[in-house]
């Protein structure tokens, strides 16, 4: 039962504070307090409030009151995240710069969220970028249910996501089909051999690792990865570690195929005493190199990552099957590998004819 106390303020007028207190199993459960201008005001917040905590879930309402889910957030990174990458990282914080991060997680509604739906909308996001929002929103929703045990109502979101998609607002991005074409390659290799005679010793080698990229189908996170202890020259072979997955983030390492091509640009590389990786750089940097020599040579629309469907479709224009182009990739099904092959009819090799 709650106890109402009566004391004098400064400024001698008097006050009433309403003190809940509920214990179970001989410990303190849950206690709060509100004080009133008046004694009826007092005990009528006191009853409403009683019989609210003692509806089911009302404890566990109480407990998380005034948690935000910004807070949420901020736990999940510290907890969760520590892993993840940088891009992926950026996504979760750009949520706690919206109005919707404010609201308390036990009073999220599906109006809020689909009003942050809008909003991202009317700012010219496309629909592809507000669903990494709300992915993330319902994967750290999820998350206070089942491992924080906060009275989420994820019906509230399924709500939601359900109208968003079915109103455009979110959707799956398109899936890429950019291949450079032998001129911007060439132009771009261009671009990296000035650089490098400009500053010959302080530059990454961009045209080795662009030139890499395309004869290995490798990430440029994984390129960076390489160890010379992992390659095996006799077989053409070489280990990357903590290979992109879905599900397994770190210790997914695999041995690839490579071809005659980035077996030579890999013998080219200089070995330092002390560096065990083949391509000692930071993946920002080589993306930050990428997008100026782009820009400076007037390329639209061309990333790095295009890199990996330019050597996908190479392997198979050059004739390899499935199974072969596999090895090198390291694809784990035809539905993810055909993402990556757009093929060019006139580079198509063309096979002997049994007699």
């Not at 998350?143 to 607002?169: H, N, Q, Y």
């Not at 202890?229 to 390492?253: F, I, Y």
């Not at 100026?292 to 224009?317: K, M, N, P, Y």
């Amino acid at each position: 039962m709650a106890t109402i106390s009566k004391r004098k303020r400064k400024d001698g007028s008097v006050a009433y504070t309403a003190q809940i207190r509920i214990m179970r199993k001989g410990e303190k459960a849950h206690s709060e307090a509100r004080t009133f201008p008046k004694k009826a005001m007092a005990e009528e917040w006191a009853k409403r409030r009683e019989l609210e905590l003692m509806t089911p879930g009302g404890l566990l309402s109480a407990k998380w009151r005034g948690v935000t889910l910004n807070d949420a957030i901020e736990r999940y990174l510290h907890e969760f995240a520590q892993g993840a990458g940088r891009s992926k990282r950026a996504t979760i914080e750009q949520l706690q710069r919206f109005p919707i991060s404010r609201v308390e997680v036990n009073e999220l509604t599906s109006e809020q969220i689909v009003e942050h739906g809008v909003l991202r909308r009317n700012s010219g996001i496309k629909p592809a970028t507000v669903n990494q929002d709300i992915v993330w929103l319902g994967i750290i929703l999820k998350t206070a249910v089942a491992a924080w045990k906060m009275p989420v109502d994820l019906g509230e979101f399924e709500a939601a996501k359900l109208l968003l998609r079915s109103k455009g607002l979110i959707g799956k991005s398109k899936s890429r089909d950019r291949r450079p074409t032998a001129a911007e390659i060439e132009r771009l290799r261009a671009y990296f051999q000035r650089s490098q005679k400009i500053r010959p010793s302080a530059i990454i080698p961009m045209e080795d690792v662009m030139d890499f990229a395309i004869a290995s189908s490798r990430r440029r996170e994984e390129i960076t990865r390489l160890l010379w202890s992992d390659l095996d020259e006799m077989a053409s072979t070489c280990w990357v570690r903590d290979a992109k997955h879905p599900r397994q983030k770190w210790g997914n390492h695999k041995q690839f195929k490579l071809t005659s091509e980035a077996m030579a640009i890999i013998r080219r590389q200089p070995r330092t005493q002390g560096e065990e990786r083949i391509f000692p750089f930071r993946p920002a940097s080589i993306g930050t190199r990428w997008q100026a020599a782009t820009a400076a040579c007037g390329i639209e629309d061309l990333r790095f990552h295009d890199l990996r469907h330019e050597a996908t479709s190479r392997l198979f224009e050059a004739g390899y099957e499935i199974v072969e182009v596999q090895q090198f990739t390291l694809h784990e099904s035809w539905d993810v590998l055909k993402r990556y092959t757009h093929l060019r009819p006139e580079n198509l090799q063309l096979r002997a004819q049994g007699a």
